[in-house]
């Protein structure tokens, strides 16, 4: 575990193997400790970087809202104290956001961009009123928020068998500061469309999606593809497949990784 500052603000990473640079980003209301696993298969060959973003693990809030832009600057800062100049990029959600606004700012240092159960599009109207909703409901009650939000992450029918692993996110989920919260919706509410980063093909990028996924509209995130040099790979299950479709998910990575 390793820190450095960013803009006054503690940013806590992991760095294990060598080789090619992967950095590995988690979604809302996760956290670094999220990639334990894909860390161990990775590190084999690989040199990969974990990283907490603003507000959440053991990284420090920046302020009242935690844009993309300043999680990207998080993640270049780390790159630069470890003098990596090109990197292979993988967000989860809210990762992915920050994997776009990164490739955006700094375009020369990703090698590969994946968006896993992620979208590069902007939220919509209704979206955004659900942001505000969530900031007034964690305000009010926040264990019944976290709760909810987590168990909402999945499929439907996975909710009971992966009763086990859900209550451990639930528990890293309780450990993310209200601030971290409200911040990172506030963040997640303002973000750039960033389509066209799909379209430009600078870089090979992958799309993991899942067609059961509560969160993200499977059939609206499809259209982002089209007419793209983009790669899509679609999973049976909800919104994480780092969990819901693990060993799938381990393959798609190594190859693509590769």
């Known amino acids: 575990m390793k820190n450095i500052l960013y803009k006054n603000t503690k940013i806590s990473f992991t760095d294990s193997g060598e080789g090619n640079a992967i950095v590995l980003l988690h979604g809302f209301l996760e956290n670094k400790k999220m990639w334990t696993e894909y860390v ?6 690989h040199r990969v970087i974990t990283i907490d973003l603003l507000g959440h693990g ?4 920046l302020g009242y809202v935690h844009s993309m832009e300043d999680n990207a600057g998080a993640v270049n800062e780390v790159l630069k104290h470890l003098e990596i100049e090109k990197a292979i ?15 955006e700012l700094y375009p ?3 090698q590969k ?25 964690v305000k009010q009650n926040y264990v019944s928020f976290v709760s909810l939000a987590i168990a909402n992450l999945f499929s439907e029918n996975n909710r009971t068998r ?7 996110v639930k528990s890293e ?22 389509e066209w980063l799909l379209k430009e093909n600078r870089f090979p990028i992958l799309l993991i999606l899942g067609k059961k996924d509560p969160v993200l509209n499977y059939e609206e995130s499809l259209s982002q593809v089209e007419n793209t040099t983009a790669e899509l790979v679609s999973f049976k299950d909800g919104h994480m497949s780092q969990i819901e479709n693990k060993e799938a998910l381990k393959t798609v990575l190594q190859e693509f990784f590769q």
Do not use: W
């Not at 053991?58 to 809030?61: A, G, N, P, V, Y």
């Not at 990029?89 to 490739?103: D, K, N, P, Q, T």
């Not at 993310?176 to 973000?191: D, F, N």
């Open 89 to 103: 990029v993988h967000g989860h959600s809210m990762g992915g956001y920050v994997g776009l606004a990164f490739a």
């Open 162 to 168: 992966l009763a086990e692993e859900i209550e451990k």
């Open 113 to 137: 961009l994946v968006l896993q159960n992620s979208t590069s599009k902007e939220d919509n109207e209704e979206k955004k009123l659900n942001r505000t909703r969530a900031i007034k409901a």
């Open 58 to 61: 053991e990284s420090d809030c």
């Open 108 to 110: 020369e240092k990703i």
């Open 40 to 45: 161990s298969l990775l590190s084999d060959k």
């Open 173 to 194: 989920a309780l450990k993310t500061p209200l601030q971290g919260i409200v911040a990172s919706l506030e963040g997640m509410k303002i973000r750039k469309d960033r």
